[in-house]
Each structure stands twice: as C-alpha cells, then as structure tokens.
C-alpha cells in the first residue's frame, strides 16, 4: 500500500482509497462524503449525475424571479412614453403608441390584430397602472417560482391573449351621444395587464389546489377581484374572465402532467391554448360587421367605419 502513489499526483506516496473509485488518493484529492472519502473527481461526476429538485410543473427551486420584473419595468416604460408623448400622466391615451396598441375591435377585424397583445402593456392613467403592477408583483413572485420563467411567461402571455380574445369575441356595441345630439353606436377601447393578471389568478387558484394548500384566501382573492369587476364602471368585464379563465385552463395543464411526459403535455397544452384562441378570432373576424380602415399619419391613428346612427 505504501508504494502506491495518487492518481492526480504521482509524485505523492498515499495510503489513502476514494471510497467511490478505490483509486489511490492523497488527501488534498479527497472530500468528506456522507460514508467515508470521495476523491475529487468522483465528487465532480456526482454533482453532474444529481438529479436537481424541481416543483410539480418542472422548474428548479429557488429560482430567482426575473421575468416578473422585466414585465413590470415593461409596463412601467411604456406607459412612461405614452405619457411623455401626451404630455399628461392623466390622459396618456391621447397619444400615438396608445392609438396604435388600444384594442379596438373593428380596428382588429380590419387587419391590425397586434393589438390583442399589445393593449395588455397599456394603461389608462397613473392609478390603473399602480393597481395593476402591484397586483402584479404580489401574484406573479410566487407562480414564476414555481412555473419557471419560460412557463410564467407563455402563460402571462397566453392569458393576456385569451382575455383580448373574449373581448373581441363578446363585447358589445354601446351608443353614446355627439357634442351636436346625435347618437351613434360603436365598440369601446380596452387597455391593461388585468387580463393577465386575472390569468395568473386563475393559476394560482389551480396551483393551491393541486399543491393541497388552503384554497380559500386563493378563491377570496379572485372572489373579491370579480366583484369589483361587475360593479365598478369602465372595467374590461370580459378581459378579466376570458383571462381567468385561459389561465386557469393552461395551469392545469403545466401542474398535472406525470413527471415522465410533464414537458410533453405542457408544450400540447401551449400549442392547443393558441389554436383555439387564433381559431376563435378567424370566426369572429370572418363575420365581423363593419370592420374599421385605420390611417397611420403624422403620428396619428385615425380608425374609419360605418357606423350605425339614430
């Protein structure tokens, strides 16, 4: 035994074994294992061998959120230039990237269907902004840790698309009346994250149930969020549920699937949420009354329709 030397250093005589290998060793090659000495080679290859933990939709713990302050600082830049550009922190609509990004729906129908996306970065003032960011924050920390940053994001982003989808597909004419008396019907502008968010709600109610947490504060929160929905005037009441619910419906496919075919499944479930929501704008696109020509100029967005009058 004295004649063998380390296998790192032959110049050095050892009496020593990796437990692992059994090749002789000195000690500065050799670590503390949980039974005996690993050399460090062998130390190396277990690190690379180690399965990693990961949570139930895949993604490895304690992961750093990174993705939720993206698209807050995101939300928080555009609205900075729609502000900056309309020269008011109070009627930032009245500015060109918020003509161009605004969802209106004859205006979708008419060709510009980058809105569907793009009202979601969009906000109406300082308040709508704060109250969606901060919700935001609290909601989206936890679910990025627990998705992971590529799965967070597909479903922030595919939540934000089902709620733009619902409105185009539901929301009605409404008639309102010119400065010279007459009345004319037509669609309504929608803007916010809130779709989103409602999305990452109704993942987060799915998540709770599927972790066996308490569901109740999680049901409260969306429970509280629905009423004041339905009863505060000017809010996007099909944005939030079609968001609700396409967030709800690609969190259960993210969280259920069998560890064995979990990516499979999660990918299927991405690519039949966007089916569904791309085919579901083809129809309504396809029977779309009175469609709008919008006109790009001088910065400015001008939208043309015939409109229904009385």
């Given at each position: 035994?004295?004649d ?18 059994e ?14 000495y ?18 139930v ?22 609205f ?6 309309a020269?008011s ?5 009245f ?9 209106y ?6 060709g ?29 920390r936890?679910?990025?840790m ?7 994001l597909?479903?922030?982003l595919?939540?934000l698309?089902g709620g733009?989808?619902m409105?185009?597909?539901?929301d ?13 019907v037509d ?23 599927r972790?066996?947490?308490?569901i109740a ?8 969020n629905?009423?004041?929905t339905?009863?505060i005037?000017?809010?996007s ?6 968001g ?13 699937p069998?560890a ?15 089916v569904v ?15 709008a ?5 001088n910065?400015q ?10």
């Amino acid at each position: 035994m004295a004649d063998e030397v380390c296998v790192r250093h032959p110049d050095r005589p050892t009496g020593l074994r990796c437990v692992r290998c059994e090749r002789p060793s000195c000690p500065e090659c050799l670590r503390e294992a949980s039974v005996g000495y690993q050399c460090v080679d062998c130390v190396n290859e277990g690190r690379r061998t180690q399965r990693r933990a990961v949570t139930v939709a895949g993604a490895e713990l304690n992961t750093k959120p990174i993705v939720m302050p993206i698209l807050l600082l995101l939300n928080v830049a555009v609205f900075a230039l729609t502000a900056a550009q309309a020269q008011s922190i109070t009627n930032n609509q009245f500015s060109y990237p918020f003509e161009l990004g605004v969802l209106y729906p004859p205006a979708v129908a008419g060709g510009e269907w980058w809105r569907l996306i793009t009202n979601g970065f969009l906000h109406y003032g300082v308040i709508h902004l704060v109250v969606n960011m901060v919700s935001l924050y609290i909601v989206g920390r936890d679910l990025e840790m627990l998705f992971g940053r590529v799965r967070f994001l597909a479903l922030y982003l595919v939540a934000l698309l089902g709620g733009s989808v619902m409105v185009f597909l539901f929301d009605p004419e409404t008639a309102s009346q010119t400065s010279t008396g007459r009345v004319v019907v037509d669609y309504g502008f929608t803007a916010g994250a809130s779709g989103a968010i409602f999305g990452l709600m109704g993942a987060l109610a799915v998540a709770v149930f599927r972790l066996k947490l308490p569901i109740a504060p999680a049901l409260g929160i969306i429970a509280l969020n629905l009423v004041f929905t339905f009863t505060i005037a000017n809010i996007s009441i099909f944005g939030h549920i079609g968001g609700l619910i396409t967030g709800a419906a690609v969190a259960l496919g993210f969280l259920y699937p069998p560890a064995k075919i979990r990516t499979k499944v999660q990918v299927a479930t991405l690519v039949a949420a966007l089916v569904v929501l791309v085919g579901l704008v083809f129809v309504r696109d396809s029977g779309f009354d009175r469609p709008a020509t919008c006109v790009h100029e001088n910065s400015q967005v001008s939208c043309y329709r015939q409109v229904s009058s009385t």
